[in-house]
């Protein structure tokens, strides 16, 4: 199944995941020539279930995150490479922490990557899906400067499966100078959160941004 929608390289190549799994295709409309993408297996004692991951484009290779569910979740996400999105490394557990939802990566119009999801630092409350989190990252793999984009409650009305998150599965959006975080709230209503890029620091790559 899909994790998100197509990433499109600048290349021109659109890459998809689908679990553990990826597909790919030169195709400018995207919609035919897809092609299944070489993955090796885990290393001897580890294994991921349930894989959503997001992609980010380095400039001479593309990067998975993917978060893992059931027994063998601990909070961390995983990571894969790849020259073009054809055939992948093996998957190796990273320090980037993860409170069990998805997440979604991009870079910013200066240049600066960028991660939205659930960080789980402290290891508790395993799946509360809060607070969602902005890390940007001036090299694609140290992201050190953080905001909270939201922390609020919103109270579950109904009973139902795994529907524990605040801030589930958000994807990202950028237009006119601003960020759209779509998501959803326990399972129960889809949510969009919009702010302006300009509210960010100024960046460490010598792009200055008006303040708000």
């Avoid at 589930?168 to 601003?178: A, C, E």
Wanted: charged letters at 25%; proline letters at 4%; a positive charge.
């Amino acid at each position: 199944f899909p994790c998100h929608r197509p990433t499109r390289l600048s290349s021109g190549r659109f890459i998809l995941t689908g679990n553990r799994s990826f597909y790919y295709t030169d195709h400018a409309s995207g919609t035919s020539g897809w092609k299944s993408a070489v993955k090796p297996e885990f290393k001897t004692g580890e294994t991921a279930t349930l894989v959503e991951g997001s992609l980010i484009e380095h400039k001479d290779s593309v990067y998975t995150l993917f978060r893992s569910t059931g027994s063998t979740y601990d909070g961390f996400l995983w990571q894969q490479s790849s020259k073009d999105g054809a055939a992948w490394t093996t998957p190796k557990k990273t320090n980037f922490t993860d409170n069990n939802t998805k997440s979604h990566l991009g870079r910013l119009p200066d240049g600066r990557y960028y991660y939205v999801g659930t960080p789980d630092t402290l290891k508790v409350n395993r799946g509360k899906r809060t607070p969602l989190v902005l890390s940007l990252s001036t090299d694609g793999f140290n992201f050190n400067e953080n905001y909270i984009i939201a922390s609020d409650n919103y109270t579950k009305l109904y009973t139902g499966r795994y529907k524990d998150g605040q801030f589930g599965y958000p994807y990202t959006i950028i237009h006119d100078g601003s960020m759209y975080v779509i998501l959803s709230r326990h399972k129960e209503k889809l949510e969009v959160i919009r702010f302006k890029l300009s509210q960010l620091k100024v960046d460490s790559i010598g792009v200055k941004q008006k303040k708000t």
